[in-house]
Structures are given as C-alpha cells and as structure tokens.
C-alpha cells in the first residue's frame, strides 16, 4: 500500500493559489525530495498532508487513513518536522522527549524505553541533560526529529531539515533519513536548494507557484526533458578509432573529447545501448568506461522552474 498519497489538493489563501491541483505519492521505504523555490507551496502541502491545514478541494491519504475522514488516526501514523519548532529554552533533551512522550500516551517503561531508543538513534543520548537553548542548530535537527519518531509513525514529513545545517550535520542528517527509509518509513523531504537533497532522495516532486512540474526519479524527468542521453565512453583503442566506430552506430550524435574518452549525445534504449557496448567489445576496442553523464538535480530544476515568484 502506498504511505503518503496526495490526491489533488488545492488551497487558497484570499486571491493566492498556493497549492493547485496537487498529486504525488510516497511509497513505504522510499525518500521523495519536494523541491521548489521560496513561496512556491511546500510547506502549505506538508500542512495540509499533516493535518495543520485544510484543503479547499482534494485529500491526502497516510498509510491509507484521510486527513479529512479521519484526522486524528491520520496524524497518529504521521510525523511532521516542521521548519522552524518552538521548545521552552530551560528544557533538557530527556525532559523535552520525555515531554512528547507523554503527549503520544507512553506511559512507564515504555516511555523510558521508547525515549532511549530514539536519543540512540539520533545520537543524542550522551547529550540527554544539555538545555535545549545551549544546542547547535544541528543538534536541534536532531531532536525535533527524535520527537517526530517517538509514536514511530509510517509517513515523515520534514519540512526543510537541512536549513542552516553545516556540511558535518548535512551528512549526519542525511544517514538518518536513510537509515528511516531502510527502516521501511516514508520520507517526504523539502528544500529549495537541490543539492541539499541530491544524494539521500530516491525521487522528487518539483513544485512552482503552486503546481507540480514534475514527479519522478531523477533520471526519469531528466529524460523526459532531454530526449537524448549524454554518453561517455572511454577505450583502451585511439580515440580516432574509437570515434570512427561509434560514427557508423545508429542514434549518436555530437561526439566530442572528454577526458581521455568521448562523450556524445545518444537517442535510444537500454536495449539499444546495451547491444552497442557489446560491438565495440566485439570489435577489440577494449572498452574500460561505459557510463551515463553525470544527471545534475540543478540543471533539472532550473530548466523546469521559471523563477518566477508569488
Ligand atoms: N496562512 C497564510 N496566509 C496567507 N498566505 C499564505 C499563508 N501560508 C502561506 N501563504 C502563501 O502561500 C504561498 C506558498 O507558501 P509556502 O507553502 O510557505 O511556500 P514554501 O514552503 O514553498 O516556501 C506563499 O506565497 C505564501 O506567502
Ligand atoms: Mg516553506
């Protein structure tokens, strides 16, 4: 069953189309990037996907459950990051779990159990007494995310984690989104800066002004922008040859020098290229590297999104 199902939601703010017809879903163990410029209807989804928010038109389903049937079951099987959490200042790391804890209805040893588990996953247990006022930016990452795991929900909504993180606290937070989606958790993640999500998304929603450009796996809406694939191939053979050979292939074009190899632009399937990799073995031209190139999340938003800002 899929985890987070959006279904067409819509929400309007006086004249503002904040969200427009938005659809995407989230699968059981997978990480979703949702990508967008300032403004254009990120967090106002998460809202609403984590009943903060009422939508005009549409719903969304968690593991199953309407936010609009049912939202108090809804919320139970969800945990919301939101950008920006307020904690009392003179509160320890313990104190505050502990807190949240109770809230979810975990009573004695379970609580404490359940408290420890989370603090070693986020590694915050040798920091359990520290007050929450004297904590790195990265540290309260952390912990607002130990919070949203406490009740152990299906579906994680984090809204722009990786905000004002420095690259150390990137890459730990970027393990543990990984180590929630091996768990079998789904993650829906948002930023406005595409590099941030790169290396720990599975796939992503590209959201503007309100509506969704595009949904997919990276690779996927790379080729539905850009009919052809750049290729680089590089062979224990002359580049003269090499580039002879692959002139009298179908579907090549624009071969140019790369280091020490060629690159150019390649129309077809994997079938197709599978069977040209397996001529230029065939004609002894000992190729040592086959490879796609490289597919910028970047490029692919900029060429997507206009700029433009509401
Ligand atoms: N409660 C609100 N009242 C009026 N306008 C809002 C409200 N919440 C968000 N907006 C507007 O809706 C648009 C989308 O905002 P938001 O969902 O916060 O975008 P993002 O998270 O992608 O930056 C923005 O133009 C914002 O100003
Ligand atoms: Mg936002």
Do not use: W
């Amino acid at each position: 069953m899929t985890a987070l199902e959006v279904r067409g939601i819509t929400k309007t703010f006086r004249s503002l189309r904040a969200v427009d017809d938005v659809s995407f879903t989230v699968e059981p163990g997978s990480i979703c990037g949702f990508i967008g410029p300032n403004g254009a209807g990120k967090t106002t989804t998460m809202r609403i996907c984590a009943t903060l928010e009422l939508p005009d038109h549409g719903d969304v389903l968690v593991d199953g459950v309407s936010v609009l049937e049912d939202p108090r079951r809804a919320r139970r099987k969800l945990g919301f990051m939101p950008d920006n959490y307020g904690a009392y200042p003179q509160t320890t790391i313990r104190e505050y779990l502990d807190f949240y804890a109770r809230a979810y209805g975990l009573t004695g040893k379970a609580r404490k159990t359940t408290v420890d588990q989370v603090m070693a996953f986020t590694s915050l247990g040798p920091l359990e007494e520290k007050l929450i006022n004297t904590l790195s930016k990265g540290m309260k990452q952390r912990l607002c995310l130990a919070k949203t795991m406490l009740h152990d929900p299906a579906v994680l909504i984090l809204d722009e984690p990786a905000a004002g993180l420095d690259p150390r606290a990137r890459v730990e937070l970027r393990e543990l989104v990984k180590a929630l989606g091996a768990m079998g958790k789904a993650l829906l993640i948002s930023s406005h800066i595409l590099t941030e999500l790169a290396e720990m998304c599975d796939g992503v929603a590209v959201i503007e002004s309100g509506k969704l450009l595009a949904r997919g796996r990276v690779g996927e809406i790379q080729r539905s922008l850009q009919p052809h694939a750049t290729m680089y191939v590089r062979a224990l053979c002359d580049l003269a040859t090499l580039e002879k050979a692959l002139l009298e292939e179908p579907g090549i074009a624009n071969i140019r020098g790369e280091r020490q190899g060629l690159v150019f632009d390649y129309t077809g399937d994997d079938e197709a290229l599978a069977r040209l990799l397996e001529r230029l073995v065939a004609r002894g031209l000992k190729p040592v590297e086959f490879a796609g190139g490289e597919v910028k999340l970047e490029d692919i938003f900029m060429s997507l999104t206009q700029g433009k800002l509401q």
